[in-house]
């Protein structure tokens, strides 16, 4: 029971890291605290709905609404954020003009698509599912952990192993030095800005495809889980967010396993509450946490 | 190589820069001294694009720069040290250089042009793996001079070079600069210390809130009662 309920754990775990991920690059590298992130996440699950319910396998389709959610981040961060980057405007700034922008997206969404919880086509992840010392994963699992495993170890080889990378972290770290050094920081911000949402939107993909249910409102569920992710991590840490994903996926599931199901969000709030008051700068913090 | 004309910037309403000319000759060291909020810094920010100009042209090579995008204006082989460094500090020594490399890749060539900085900064070669925030103050501005040094300027901008060094690092960087000089590195030197700017420069700017109130080769403003009474420590 227990092992069943830490493998289920770290599954759910592995989706919240990888959308913790993309919000924390984006603060980290652009200052800025998106809160139109979680409408990627949300666009994301729609276009891989809307590509199986034409006929798309899984396969093609998860790439595609992530390169969809992508260039919806591009195109609306470019709308949102450039004029603040561009007179340097505080992270309150963006708070407040995204937050106001989610709203109306996520009303947008829901009068146009209406609030009905869809489901994927009940084909496209074949129902099996392997046993092993007692522990049942079914494949649609097994491919959210792939997916999962995959993406973030090519976030973090890009990151960390690459000279584009090495321009993204000097730009997290001075913008206006790493533009002096010839580097264009504006295209660089929307490379940024798209990997973050392809994150966003692989990550709704995959919850839609952990618990079948694909609404509008779906992002902002998961921003709340977001925020607790990236702020006991550390924010602009991404292995920070890594482990603090797993961490919030595995509390979630042993409470809803163990006390109630109802607590589950509770108890990742509580978390939160906990880091803030003892180690404001994140679980694994260093006194610098905001790192790329 | 370089001539602005009319150069004009501002804040809001405020005009930190007035209508200023000066000009760089290939070859040349040229410096632009001035006390403290005089405008030298916005100057340099404006010339490398980090600020738009109100009014006025910037011309290198031939070709009006002013309110180009600051990566465009670094390719064209006009590169700032900037004030306070700028160093990235969370990164290693290595590759800070690698950044200053940046406009020009290839790894044959990045790694010819590493060793020709590190043949001129011995010590920055011991801390390639270490982080540029562990250097002191004075490694830390010879590594923003290398790291400028990396894209193999043809105009390098200099902005405050001694800010905050002990006595013994600014005369090795101003031995960094005559030697720079002589290797034949155009420069625009903006400088608080006015003496040991004047002496390595060929030309020099006083700027006063904003307008340059005295040009002319350096030993001639050396030598101007009023510079010495308010520069010089006369």
Known sequence: MLAQQLANGVLLGATYALFALGFTLMFGVLRVINLVYGFYFTAGAFFSLWLAQAGWPLIAALPAAAVGAGVV???LDWLLLTRLRRAHADELASLMVTLGAVLAL?????????PDIRRLPPDLVGGGAVDAIGVRVTFAQLL??????????LLVLLVRGTTLGLAIRAMAEKPDAAALMGIDTARLAALVSFISGSLAGAGGVLIGLNF?????YMGEQMMLRGFVVVIVGGLGDIFGALLAGLLLGVVEVLTAGYLASGLKEAVGFAILVLVLWTRPAGLFGRADARRA | MLQVIGLTVAYGRTEAVRG????????????LIGANGAGKTTILRTLSGLIRPRAGRIVLDGQDIAGMRPHRIAARGMVQVPEGRQIFASLTVAENLVLGGWTQRGAAETQRRRDSVLGRFPRLRE???QNAGALSGG?????????????????????EPSMGLAPLFIEEIFAIIAELKADGVTILLVEQNASAALEVADIAHVLEVGRVTLSGPAARVAADPAVVAAYLGG
């Open chain 1, 106 to 114: 996520y009303a947008a969404a829901t009068a146009w698509l209406g």
């Open chain 1, 73 to 75: 981040a591009v195109a």
């Open chain 1, 144 to 153: 959210i952990l792939a997916a999962c495993g995959a993406l973030v170890g």
């Open chain 2, 20 to 31: 200023i000319d000066l000009s760089v000759a290939q070859g040349q060291v040229v410096t």
């Open chain 2, 139 to 159: 490694e830390q501005q010879m590594l923003a001079i290398g790291r400028a040094l990396m894209a193999t300027p043809r105009l390098l901008l200099l902005d």
């Open chain 1, 212 to 216: 079948n249910a694909i609404h509008p």
């Open chain 2, 127 to 129: 801390r390639l793996t």
